[in-house]
């Protein structure tokens, strides 16, 4: 007879190779055993009887805002603890968190800090972008490299912060500075600065979408594509949004990946309206034609990763006038709660979104004991309620800045627990009491 530290049993497990009841064993923070373990015992016994089990979940694209220097951030609008309580609440294991906090993550003492700060106040794992500067370029191939960082980040295109490199010769230093897969927020910046003058404060929201347009988004990927073939570098490129860019995209498959946010999948123009500036994010909720592309582009399998970019402001600074107001939604916490509605209205198969939400980002940021339900694998689950009927509200949120465009909108699917490292984090709501440091 087998004895485990948590036995998951009754649910539903989406395995690599099938979707099947199956029990999960855990010991030491690792899956050991998956089958029928009826005469198996343990410490704890999850009941995951009409539930199903997947691998822990990866939002790889979030903003927390904190960089673990005493006196920085912002702890009304999101912190270290309360970004990553939203994201286990929200089914969610393991976040990758994004450089652009004050001050931003770029050098080794910057790391440390920010290191130091996830060991202590966060309840899933997480793994670090160091950004790049025109400064750090020679430090990147050892930053790429220490423990808990995911990828290094480069702003090609001017969104929240000052990280910004936006000339070929400096994007080219730094792709031949390493060799793991960088990230990029890829607008043109030069078209940005170019349309800006077109437009005048106060004019409705919807006209960011018009700024930060289409042929801005299309020429950015273009170009890092083009220096990523040029150095051999793979990119990735994030929160790709316009049918223009899916097209271009599926040429060059050999040397970048694509992630998709949430948003991108589920809002149209029609946003602006309804939500007025918190509907404002960078690249910009755009028309029904590309989020008919973006859905095309998962069916097929040309996107790999979709992510929340999570970037919680105060409400105060979302609601000036545009373009001054505050571009970046929160996330993390809807995140599967929209992508499980997603599966229940037909748009994609649950095994699709976990490879999306799992095995894709696991292959994409080299996190090789995440993404998959395998024996050896770290022990993060997600379980989920594939019937439950829900409506988010605004206090299940987590974070303290307190708003979400998705108030209000039912969802069918519904996380019911999440395990880090073999660890309950969450269940039926509840939260576990224990944090378990970084895993990337």
Same mark, same amino acid.
């Given at each position: ?9 009754? %649910? ?29 015992? =343990? ?12 691998? &822990? ?9 904190? $960089? ?31 450089? !652009?906090?004050? *001050? ?51 702003? =090609?295109? $001017?969104?929240?912060? &000052? ?22 927020? /890829? ?38 594509? /083009? ?13 790709? $949004? ?13 040397? +970048? ?5 949430? !948003? ?10 309804? @939500? ?5 994010? !960078? *690249? ?23 992510? /929340?970019?999570? +970037?919680?402001?105060?409400? =105060? ?8 107001? =505050? ?21 994609? $198969? ?28 770290? +022990? ?14 605004? @206090? ?11 108030? &209000?909108?039912?969802?069918? %699917? ?17 939260? &576990? ?5 970084? !895993?990337?």
């Amino acid at each position: 007879m087998s004895h485990f530290d948590l036995l998951v049993r009754g %649910g539903v497990a989406v395995l690599p190779w099938t979707v099947a009841e199956c029990d999960v064993g855990v010991r030491h923070g690792r899956i050991v055993a998956l089958g029928a373990l009826s005469d198996a015992t =343990a410490d704890t016994v999850l009941d995951a009887r009409h539930l199903h089990v997947l691998p &822990g979940l990866i939002d790889p694209h979030v903003h927390f805002r904190d $960089s673990g220097v005493p006196g920085t951030g912002d702890p009304e609008v999101e912190t270290m603890a309360t970004g990553t309580r939203g994201a286990v609440l929200g089914g969610i294991t393991c976040v990758l968190d994004m450089p !652009n906090t004050t *001050p931003p993550l770029t050098d080794v003492a910057a790391l440390a800090a920010k290191r130091a700060m996830v060991a202590r106040d966060a309840l899933c794992d997480v793994g670090l972008y160091v950004g790049a500067t025109r400064d750090n370029i020679s430090d990147l191939a050892t930053l790429e490299t220490a423990p808990d960082v995911c990828a290094i980040k480069v702003f =090609a295109g $001017s969104s929240t912060g &000052g990280l910004l490199i936006d000339d070929d010769l400096t994007l080219e230093r730094v792709m031949r500075a390493g060799s793991r897969r960088i990230a990029y927020h /890829s607008e043109d910046e030069a078209r940005l600065r170019q349309r800006r003058a077109l437009f005048r404060v106060g004019e409705p929201y919807s006209r960011h979408a018009e700024w930060r347009d289409e042929r801005c988004a299309l020429l950015g990927t273009q170009r890092i594509v /083009s220096l990523a073939r040029l150095t051999r570098r793979p990119a990735h490129i994030l929160h790709v $949004s316009t049918a223009e860019e899916f097209k271009w995209l599926a040429a060059h498959r050999t040397i +970048a990946t694509v992630e998709v946010l949430v !948003n991108h999948l589920t809002q149209a123009s029609d946003a602006y309206d309804r @939500d007025g500036p918190l509907a404002v994010m !960078n *690249p910009p909720i755009r028309d029904a034609r590309h989020r008919d592309a973006a859905w095309a582009a998962v069916a097929d399998g040309r996107v790999d990763t979709v992510g /929340s970019d999570h +970037a919680p402001h105060p409400i =105060a600074a979302k609601q000036r006038p545009w373009p001054d107001c =505050a571009a970046g939604l929160t996330g993390v916490q809807t995140l599967l709660p929209l992508m499980l509605d997603h599966v229940a209205r037909g748009r994609l $198969s649950l095994a699709r979104m976990v490879d999306l939400m799992a095995a894709g980002p696991a292959q994409v940021y080299a996190l090789s004991e995440l993404g998959r339900l395998v024996v050896g694998a770290r +022990a993060n689950l997600t379980l989920v309620d594939l019937r439950a009927r829900r409506m988010i509200e605004a @206090d299940w949120l987590a974070s303290p800045c307190g708003w979400s465009p998705f108030v &209000g909108t039912r969802v069918t %699917g519904w996380p019911a627990a999440t395990v880090v490292g073999g660890r309950i984090a969450m269940r039926d709501g509840a939260l &576990g009491s224990q944090s378990v440091g970084t !895993n990337s």
